[in-house]
């Protein structure tokens, strides 16, 4: 079985810049999460979706935020315009319904210069 | 809502030795928790659990985490550490029933021979 993937592994941008992650959960798991890890600080949580519907998104910093999941398959973050700050790790994690385990990918790192 | 403390950001220890990486947490509600570990260049693992049940949990690779209500802390042992036990832990706790995970900063476990 295969593991979440996530593309790209990095990215180097400029301030003003568009980035897109994208995240390949689980086969079959319905929930899948996005996180960001900035240098230094926890892990944090940024939203959550049930199948294609966003179920939580408190943890989205701003409305430069934009994430989708396309038929409750693969999910996309984007970022636009980007800024400094939005530089960290970004994981996508997905679990089964009623599951308590989520599994993670291996991150996307993002750097803003 | 749910806060998470690692007290410790590094931890070097030598091989062979046994280490114990601390957790604490607060919370108005019932909680899970959980430790994950992060080895380099790779995505989050479930290490443990803890649901319900018996205070004393085991997971993988030897590890084992007791919960205890009073002092709200999760610690993480293992009686005897490998090289290949170098990694980033990461303590996490989320709500009944979970839906997103709140992590600590982690904590850097450094094994030498």
């Known amino acids: 079985e295969a593991g979440v993937t996530q593309f790209p592994s990095h990215s180097v941008i400029e301030k003003g810049q568009t980035v897109t992650l994208r995240c390949d959960p689980i086969?079959?798991?319905?929930?899948l999460y996005w996180y960001r890890r900035v240098m230094g600080k926890e892990i944090k949580f940024l939203l959550h979706?049930?199948?294609?519907?966003?179920?939580?998104e408190s943890g989205m910093p701003n409305n430069r935020f934009l994430a989708e999941r396309t038929g409750g398959t693969y999910s996309t973050l984007k970022v636009q315009p980007a800024e400094l700050e939005d530089s960290g790790v970004y994981f996508c994690?997905?679990?089964?319904?009623?599951?308590?385990?989520?599994?993670f990918g291996p991150g996307t790192r993002l750097t803003v210069t | 809502a749910q806060s998470v403390t690692q007290l410790d950001s590094q931890v070097p220890v030598f091989e062979e030795a046994p280490v114990e990486l601390r957790c604490n947490y607060s919370?108005?509600?019932?909680?899970?928790l959980f430790w994950y570990v992060q080895y380099p260049n790779q995505g989050l693992q479930l290490l443990l659990k803890?649901?319900?049940?018996?205070?004393l949990v085991k997971g993988i690779n030897g590890f084992e985490a007791e919960f205890n209500k009073s002092q709200t802390s999760f610690h993480l042992r293992k009686p005897s550490v490998h090289i290949s036990d170098t990694a980033e832990y990461f303590c996490?706790?989320?709500?009944?029933?979970?839906?997103?995970?709140?992590f600590g900063k982690g904590t850097s476990l450094l094994v030498t021979p």
């Open positions: 994690a997905s679990s089964k319904d009623g599951a308590y385990e989520q599994y």
């Open positions: 086969s079959g798991h319905d929930n």
């Open positions: 979706f049930v199948k294609e519907s966003k179920q939580d």
């Open positions: 919370s108005s509600v019932s909680v899970y």
């Open positions: 803890y649901l319900s049940g018996s205070t």
């Open positions: 996490a706790v989320s709500p009944f029933p979970p839906p997103a995970l709140n």
